[in-house]
């Protein structure tokens, strides 16, 4: 495995219109492989999985129809550690990266633990950013997407 930035190209259809669009994501941050695309209509959202969480492309698309979509290609970069799990400092504790999609700014529990356990040494989350989180894992936990 490997990391790298993922360029996707999205085929699409408005609704009720005639003609297809096109268009080409780049993801800016470097995600670990493997990777897959593709669209969740319970969010109405375009989204890029990688080893580790999923990354929205593009969200709004309950009046568009998704025609293709295909990995164009990967390009090599510096920004992950392939096959790491990684930790965030939240609330006091740390936290896998992919509970709360989150950056992993620790390599190790260990790391992650000893910074945690005296403040995060400046890389905890806000309160406001782990507030964000937390109405945002519950506004998913409450949504039926059957």
């Not at 209509?41 to 890029?48: I, N, Q, S, T």
């Given at each position: 495995?490997?990391?790298f ?15 297809d ?18 669209l969740?209509r ?23 129809d ?9 390009h090599?970069?510096t ?9 965030d ?32 040494s ?25």
């Amino acid at each position: 495995m490997a990391c790298f930035q993922v360029i996707v190209e999205i085929e699409y259809q408005q609704k009720g219109a005639i003609g297809d669009n096109v268009f080409i994501q780049p993801i800016s941050s470097c995600r670990d492989s493997p990777f897959s695309i593709g669209l969740e209509r319970c969010e109405d959202a375009f989204y890029l999985y990688f080893n580790g969480g999923k990354e929205a492309l593009e969200t709004n698309w309950a009046n568009f129809d998704l025609i293709s979509s295909r990995i164009v290609s990967l390009h090599p970069c510096t920004g992950c550690v392939p096959g790491v799990q990684l930790y965030d400092c939240i609330n006091g504790a740390c936290t896998a990266r992919e509970e709360y999609n989150t950056p992993g700014l620790y390599e190790t529990i260990e790391e992650c633990e000893v910074a945690c356990g005296v403040g995060c040494s400046g890389k905890c989350l806000s309160n406001s950013d782990w507030a964000t989180i937390q109405d945002l894992a519950k506004k998913l936990k409450n949504q039926n997407c059957n």
